[in-house]
């Protein structure tokens, strides 16, 4: 919390006191701090009033308030923040089982306290409704034979969502192992002056969490220098987008493209994730998304069908080899 008040406030010692109140006006939480005004036009244009964590609350899912009021003086403008909050006991739930490639103990973790079975990949697998969560850190020894194998099986109705920006990296460039004619570029941008809108459809992946445009209050660090897929095949749906508004600016058609998008392959599908959800794990946003996309998975899946007899000539032609 910091005043800013443009020299407007007489010199002096002042007190300040925030609260945080849950979503029905209930106090949970108060502190008071002194402060000290110096002469006008000697200040800073801010004065820090109190910058440290505050405890955990007992906050139910909702919106919260935090609220700074200045001792003797005015209502000052942006008094009052509103913020959401989110419980993990509120996730949405998983059903059946998830196979997992490349993902860490806190992150099959946080699949198993959400109901879902989390099971290790198993590129031999052949049943029915096959989800697959691929993550950042792939095993040792994952190459373009990998990717084939994970692929016959998608093309037999398997659902695989891979979330990072560089997981199908190749000879080629971040997009190198993405099953499509035209991969695209990976781009990204500092935004910082010239910046860009975040914008998702409702709908599963976003369950329990606003949509549309994607607001830094809420959705911040995974915002944080997203990569962009620029230039690929269109997708079968795309969930989530980047748009960059400013006109040409330092290659700018990078800038533009999706976030979060689905593609066909053979029967089943393959998502894209490239926002940066895994690192930011334990934060409630970062783990209500990943959950998400898990039961995305588990819901794009299909039923087993025969490989189709090209499946290996069509790799090849993609360039998925070693």
């Known amino acids: 919390a910091a005043l800013a008040d443009e ?24 502190k008071t701090c002194p402060l000290t005004l110096a002469e006008p036009g000697t200040r800073p244009l801010a004065v820090t009033v109190l910058d440290e964590d505050v405890p955990a609350l007992p906050l139910a899912e909702g919106r919260a308030s ?25 996730h949405p739930r998983l059903k059946g089982s998830v196979q997992v490639i490349g ?7 946080l699949l ?23 993550g950042p850190k792939l095993p040792a020894g994952w190459n373009a034979q990998s990717w084939r194998r994970l692929y016959a099986q998608v093309a037999r109705g398997a659902h695989v969502v891979v979330i990072g920006p560089n997981v199908l990296r190749g000879k080629s460039g971040p997009t190198h192992f993405l099953p499509i004619a035209q991969r695209g570029k990976l781009g990204t941008m500092r935004d910082w002056l010239y910046h860009r809108e975040f914008i998702a459809k409702p709908g599963p992946v976003f369950e329990g969490l606003p949509a549309r445009l994607l607001t830094g209050e809420i959705y911040s660090p995974l915002l944080q ?3 962009t897929i620029s230039g690929a095949t269109a997708p079968e749906a795309t969930l989530a987008m980047a748009f960059y508004g400013c006109g040409d600016f330092g290659g700018s058609a990078t800038f533009d493209g999706q976030i979060i998008a689905t593609w066909r392959h053979g029967a089943g599908r393959i998502t894209v994730c490239t926002l940066d959800v895994i690192p930011q794990l334990g934060s409630p946003v970062a783990d209500r998304l990943f959950v998400n996309l898990a039961r995305y998975a588990q819901a794009g899946a299909a039923d087993l069908q025969p490989l189709p007899a090209d499946h290996a000539a069509q790799l090849d032609q993609l360039g998925i080899v070693d």
């Not at 020299?7 to 939480?29: K, S």
């Not at 198993?112 to 691929?134: H, M």
């Open 7 to 30: 020299d407007r406030l007489p010199a002096g010692p002042r007190r300040v006191t925030l609260r945080v109140r849950d979503q029905a006006g209930v106090e949970r939480w108060s």
């Open 225 to 227: 220098g997203v990569q």
């Open 112 to 134: 198993t306290s959400c109901g879902g079975k989390v099971e290790d990949y198993d590129p031999a697998a052949a049943t029915n409704r096959l989800a697959v969560v691929c």
């Open 66 to 90: 935090i609220e700074v009021a200045l001792e003797g003086g005015p209502d000052l403008p942006g008094s009052r923040l509103d913020v959401p909050v989110y419980e993990a006991a509120r």
């Open 103 to 109: 993902l860490a103990a806190e992150a099959r973790a």
